[in-house]
């Protein structure tokens, strides 16, 4: 009887359900920039989620054997990655398989065996589009295409992405939006003096041609009599030879007093960057979001943008900065020029810059959304 009674009890209480999930990750132990960081925050996030039953597959600890052979052209490498990948999937036997896009070459044989694997899941997040660019490696532009038409779900990280992608590769699974996180000024302390001289300015990213530091250098050229200073923030070792070329033009143009190579800061060196900087320039090509982009404007920068990618999500409409033509040099010059001798109008951007960063949600937003999508998504097995 007490044994019939515990049981009519135990059966009407409510049973907690933690889905199996299983995500691709390039390193496990330390925050980066950009894709790399969110997806560290999104590990974080699930693991410590009462939800899921969390684990990774960290790329970087595949043995060493298969590092062995690493390299970008080397088919017995992918062939062998290919191999672990499936053997940890097949392992696991996950409801919900997250996969970053970076990876897509590495589970192309999950994603060809995606019948065989019944009742799993497969998220693909997309964070860029270098993968459908002419100059990319045929076969990572194939196992990104299989990837997207394979998955249940596909993770965009702004509308923009999901705009520019929509057209250009067929895929059957569900679309979300889902906007990373940001390292956001935490007090609403200000120290900043506006108005300084020379004026700050502020550019952040990884030296390389998409960044198109060479045409804030070449804009600067043409108001080099205004007092202001540029600080370059970020790696100058991803493309060495476009490295030296920025090099060359500033000392071709007199600007070598001007212009200062800070390399790559911490957070907090970069935190002091911020405060110190009047205005922050980044004309990318095609940022997919631009985290930068908040974190600067929740320092109350203004920002000089291009009208391009993630950066007219953030930006249009918001009267924190100016979105300005791709690759027009005479554009970008016209608006240092005005700005550069407004410090009125610099603050007042800054102000709208900040309202803006706040409606856009942290860290733990994102991970709070990838959870309700991972618990919908395992609920309509």
């Known amino acids: ?92 036997k996950p409801a919900i398989f997250i996969e970053d896009h970076y990876f897509s070459r590495h589970c192309m044989l999950v994603n060809m065996l995606l019948p065989l694997l019944g009742h799993i899941k497969i998220f693909f997040l997309v964070r860029d589009l270098r993968f459908l660019q002419a ?33 250009r590769v067929a895929f059957n699974g569900a679309i979300k939006v889902i906007y990373p996180g940001f390292d956001k000024h935490q007090t609403l302390t200000f120290n900043r003096v506006w108005g300084s001289t020379p004026v ?98 929740s320092w109350k920068l203004p920002v000089l943008a291009s009208f391009s990618g993630g950066a007219v999500e953030i930006l249009e409409h918001s009267g924190g900065g100016l979105l300005l033509p791709v690759g027009d040099v005479h554009a970008w010059a016209q608006a240092l020029e005005g700005l550069l001798s407004d410090a009125q109008m610099r603050e007042s951007m800054g102000e709208k810059a900040w309202q803006r960063s706040e409606q856009f949600g942290g860290w733990q937003q994102m991970v709070d959304s990838f959870v309700l999508l991972i618990q919908k998504r395992d609920a309509d097995a």
């Open 1 to 92: 009887m007490i044994f019939i009674m515990l049981s009519r009890v135990v059966s009407k209480m409510p049973k907690s359900k933690n889905i199996r999930v299983l995500m691709t990750v390039s390193r496990s132990d330390s925050p980066r920039t950009g894709g790399e960081k969110s997806n560290w925050y999104l590990q974080q996030g699930l693991t410590r989620s009462m939800a899921c039953d969390f684990k990774v597959i960290d790329f970087e600890k595949a043995p060493y054997w298969i590092h062995l052979f690493r390299g970008r052209v080397n088919p017995i490498f992918f062939l062998m990655i290919n191999v672990w990948y499936c053997y940890h999937i097949f392992s696991y």
């Open 135 to 167: 100059s990319t490696w045929a076969f990572f532009s194939l196992s990104f295409k299989l990837g997207m038409k394979r998955a249940n779900t596909v993770v965009f990280n702004s509308e923009a992405t999901k705009k520019a992608l929509l057209p």
């Open 200 to 297: 700050s300015l502020l550019f952040a990213g990884v030296i390389r041609p998409l960044k198109e530091l060479d045409l804030v250098i070449h804009a600067l050229a043409e108001v080099k009599s205004r007092s202001w200073v540029l600080h370059i923030a970020g790696r100058s070792d991803a493309d060495p030879v476009y490295f030296m070329h920025i090099q060359k033009e500033i000392q071709r143009l007199g600007l070598h007093e001007q212009v200062h190579f800070l390399g790559q800061l911490d957070r907090k060196e970069l935190e002091q960057a911020y405060q110190q900087a009047e205005l922050f320039i980044l004309p990318s090509r095609n940022e997919a979001f631009g985290q930068v982009f908040l974190e600067a404007m």
